[in-house]
């Protein structure tokens, strides 16, 4: 599938407006740039894209800003020169670069001070930024692997080492931000939480609900999951992957319950707690949807490698694409493809379809030649569609992982059961850690 015109062009000029995290490299930065081509090549000229994107700091927010700028200079030239319809303006993209880091849950609060400050609805926000708590790799298995068994050992890269137990930073910045008077040495006590949950998940969860008074119903929330979200990896008694052996595949899963749950009357509860609108009556039905999507495998620099090793994993990941893996995109580009289609594409390509045969995880698949496309992907528990057994037109229908188990009526029920916990849970740290830090409304 790929982000189709749209229909209806509104008579009054429109802006749509993004948020993406995480954008001065790999998938993020790839994601920018896709959303522009693809949101002037498929909106009417009375729209405008305002595209908002996070960095870490100032300087990566003005790199990031220049190389933006660059690619639509050319995406424009391109157009231009092709269209005999009118020239398209740079006024079309409005490119704005911000500051957060959610592993610091008072810039988390800031941004969406501002944000709601200013009281511009978001249409779509794209929770991109990560992390994968690697601490290296494990050269002999990673050797063997590629040698006797590439496709697998490149999309289920057990030869990278986690650091297990991996745990944020005390949150000392939010504590004086709440005027709590902390110093340094003397911060009181804080639970741990876990780094990469942190960065991965709950930073951009308690984003979201800060954000908010920013959604309409129609607002879409895309989380970026992976092919390695496993349920080996995952345990309920964990949700922040503390004790996890892998805590990013732990990370991930917990994306893939919450996202493909929440849209079930079981969890109903806790959506509506996340979205504000804990007070029930007609409003609180119209909620924005949650999406999931992942990218395949990319070649980005989120596993840490040198050049030199750089070079060899990407030789890897196109000779697993060569050897018809479906879930190597390889170029960030590419990757991209799945998420801009859950923000961009027309509500009958999307909300409606989901309605019709069921929630997906939405993933980008090449060919072998790396022609892009964006395919359901199977879910352990959950299955295609939430539906055992049922196979929508256009899924990626690989069985690759070796644990993979036949979908069935108990796996399903268990997977809710496991996301509605996980929502629960979750809804009570956000209380938690909202109370804690005195970052509530
Ligand atoms: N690469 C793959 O094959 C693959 C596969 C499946 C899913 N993904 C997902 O794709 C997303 C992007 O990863 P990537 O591969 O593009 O890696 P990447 O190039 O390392 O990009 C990660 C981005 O997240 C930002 N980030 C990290 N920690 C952050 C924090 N605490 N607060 C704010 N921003 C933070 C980074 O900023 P800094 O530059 O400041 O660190 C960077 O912009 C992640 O969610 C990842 O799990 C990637």
Known sequence: MQVQHESDAPEHPTTFRVLVTGANSGLGFAICCRLIDEFLHTRPSTQTLHLLYTTRDARKVADTSKALHAHLSSTLHKLNHRNTRGLVGEDRVIIEGILVDLAKLDTVRALATELVGRGEELDAVIWNAGIAGWKGVDWLKGMWGMLTDLKYATTYPEFMIPDVGLVAAPQVASLRSSKKN??????????????????????????????????????????????????????????????ARAAYESSKRVTDLLALTSEL???????????????????????????VTHPGVIATSIAGLNWFMGFWMLVALYAARWLSSPWHPVDPYKGAISAVFCALSPPEQLADLEAREGKGKWGSTTGVYGEERVARTEVPGWGYCGVPGRVPEGSVTTGMWRGRVEGSREGREGFEVEGARVWREIEELRREWEERLGLED
């Open 265 to 291: 009357p079981s969890t109903a509860l806790y959506v509506r707690g996340l979205l504000g609108k804990e007070q029930g009556g007609r409003d609180a039905m119209a909620l924005p949807k949650m999406y």
């Open 182 to 243: 902390v110093n340094e040495q003397d911060v009181p006590e804080q639970p741990q939480l876990g780094q990469v949950f942190l960065a991965n998940v709950f930073g951009h969860y308690l984003l979201t609900h800060f954000l908010a008074p920013l959604f309409s119903p129609t607002s879409r929330i895309v989380w970026i999951s992976s092919t390695g979200a496993l349920p080996p990896y995952f345990d309920v008694e964990d949700l922040q992957g503390l004790r």
